[in-house]
Nanobody, 124 residues
Framework: QVQLVESGGGLVQAGGSLRLSCAAS????????MGWFRQAPGKEREFVAA????????YYGDSVKGRFTISRDNAKNTVYLQMNSLKPEDTAVYYC?????????????????WGQGTQVTVSS
């Protein structure tokens, strides 16, 4: 079992950048494919990005492609989400999640472990 803790959220102006971190404890992070999701008030949880165990494969949701970058440092047991060119519609609680399948997943119900989330607010 792995425990996940997100950090790095905050308030930023449109066009700005933030880097989120997801620190893992318990089982080593390299055992898991990792994903980032977000959820805005009144909306369903949305897929943002996913990365394979060794970081060789990544996949992005259409709304963030070209602006966000997912990466990982297994030696530090941490996954990152670099968010550039932020827009007000990126405002949400951002969650990291872990799963153990053999391919990258985009549905929340395909992930086994979740962090508590970190708030990102983008002002116009």
């Amino acid at each position: 079992q792995v425990q996940l803790v997100e950090s790095g959220g905050g308030l930023v102006q449109a066009g700005g950048s933030l880097r989120l971190s997801c620190a893992a404890s318990g089982r080593t992070l390299s055992s898991y494919n990792m994903g980032w999701f977000r959820q805005a008030p009144g909306k369903e949880r949305e897929f943002v990005a996913a990365i394979s165990r060794r970081g060789s494969s990544t996949y992005y949701g259409d709304s963030v492609k070209g602006r966000f970058t997912i990466s990982r440092d297994n030696a530090k047991n941490t996954v990152y989400l670099q968010m550039n060119s932020l827009k007000p519609e990126d405002t949400a609680v951002y969650y990291c999640a872990a799963e153990t399948s053999n391919q990258l997943r985009v549905r929340p119900d395909e992930y086994d472990y979740w962090g508590q989330g970190t708030q990102v607010t983008v002002s116009s």
